[in-house]
């Protein structure tokens, strides 16, 4: 099976002649289908907000088609507080979901009127110090400890996760919140990462659910929203059945009439934090093929690295590659494709068959529209690439320049030695 990339060479080829590989690409299209799908798919409640992830891809070009779509921006660092800042998000449109958080980025979102989410039940005494008072509108992270289970398998291991608090401590932080005059409550958990399953949103919506009715019950507390989070994930393997946004809106919606509605909660909103879900299909790490090498194996260099997209060397995550212009060519070829980077891991396909690859052939890396170019670093000195937004019309747009060697040096700024640094 194969994967079908949203660029042709012939147009990747028109791109790179005035933007030279690497460069990070993204569909407009996709894009725009997506989120507007997702937001169908929870229509059914009136109050539904997605919270997209920041850190997944910080760019305001992007966030900024999302923002037309009524989405807010998830951060979780007063960086990314400023950039929701910098392209309008301000109040309800921002949710700070942090953790170990430093007690000035309380204060700083307390500034722009965002709803913070407290990852710990200490955070209470925190938040009320640096906003000399806590907010009427605050949020609580639930961990239910254990491992997290879709019938017989094992999702993933909660209890083994530092976010969140336990169902002991959030009823406590639920009481004392109350008691400091919070009058609007929420709730959030995320306990799966990438799943690719309808099964999960509404298996984590009843958990979340049953928990804010007994908490309505027992404490008397006003629970206007109920966010989800993200984990949502995609196929990256071509073998891989996508998740059904619609089948999963639907899930959701059961568990919410089932739950919510008879505890007289049907005012409730429910709000998602998406970050590879919605930007991750749509985006590519496109490389040119400058080297092989004939040893123990045979190895295609590219001129990305890891620096450029890191998934495959720090988890061994699976990145569909297609080279482009041979889309139906045999996969007839095994190779190692790697970067340059003086790390034996910095490599995005190991053992993978692909058809013959020429020098100078574009290889289109697949699902690397979130956690690629934000996770990106300069290890051996090497320099982000640029990101490029593909418009619908199919006219190409610079979203963010690459990388000088004058940035990389910037930060010896204060030194002797920096005018001597930046001359070559």
């Known amino acids: 099976m194969a994967k079908t990339p949203f660029v042709t060479k012939e147009k990747v080829q028109e791109i790179a002649s005035q933007y030279p590989t690497p460069f990070h690409l993204y569909d407009e299209k996709g894009i725009r289908e997506n989120v507007s799908n997702l937001k169908k798919a929870f229509s059914w409640n009136k109050g539904y907000k997605e919270y997209f992830a920041v850190k997944a891809t910080p760019n305001p070009f992007l966030i900024k088609i999302l923002q037309e779509y009524g989405c807010g921006c998830d951060c979780s660092s007063k960086t990314e507080l400023m950039l929701a800042k910098t392209i309008g998000a301000t109040g309800d449109d921002i949710m ?20 913070i989410n407290l990852d710990d039940i200490t955070h209470i005494d925190a938040v009320e110090k640096a906003c000399a008072g806590l907010p009427k509108k605050m949020s609580c992270r639930y961990n239910p400890g254990g491992l997290f289970k879709i019938t017989n398998d094992i999702m993933d291991n909660p209890g083994d996760a530092k976010y969140g608090m336990t169902t002991e401590q959030i009823y406590e932080a639920f009481r004392i919140l109350k008691e400091k005059g919070v009058e609007e409550f929420g709730i959030h958990s995320f306990l799966c990462s990438n799943t690719v399953t309808n099964e999960y949103y509404p298996l984590l919506a009843k958990i979340l659910f049953e928990l804010a009715a007994d908490l309505k019950a027992k404490l008397g507390v006003h629970i206007t929203f109920i966010n989800l989070s993200g984990g949502i994930g995609v196929a990256y393997r071509p073998d891989q059945e996508p998740n059904d946004i619609f089948a999963i809106g639907e899930g959701v919606r059961k568990a919410y009439e089932e739950i919510l509605v008879p505890a007289g909660m049907d005012d409730v909103s429910i709000y998602t934090e998406l970050g590879r879900y919605m930007l991750a299909p749509y985006g590519a790490l496109i490389t040119k093929a400058i080297h092989e090498k004939h040893t123990h194996k045979e190895y295609i260099g590219v001129d990305a690295c890891a620096a450029n997209l ?15 212009g041979k889309e139906n060519a045999p996969c007839d070829h095994k190779y190692d494709v790697t970067g340059s980077l003086c790390e034996n891991c910095d490599k995005f396909a190991i053992d993978r068959m692909l058809p013959e690859i020429s020098m100078g052939d574009y290889l289109f890396i697949h699902d690397a529209g979130a956690h690629g170019h934000s996770m990106g670093y300069n290890y051996n000195g090497k320099l982000r690439s640029a990101e490029i937004l593909l418009k619908e019309d199919g006219s190409f747009q610079l ?5 000088t060697p004058e940035d990389y040096f910037a930060t010896f700024d204060c030194f002797d030695f920096y005018d001597e640094l930046i001359k070559d």
């Open 96 to 115: 700070f979901s942090s953790n170990d958080t430093p007690v000035e980025e309380f204060k700083y979102c307390n500034g722009l009127g965002g709803i």
């Open 310 to 324: 890191m998934r495959p060397a720090i988890y061994g995550a699976y990145h569909h590659i297609t080279v482009l």
């Open 399 to 403: 979203i963010r320049r690459s990388e």
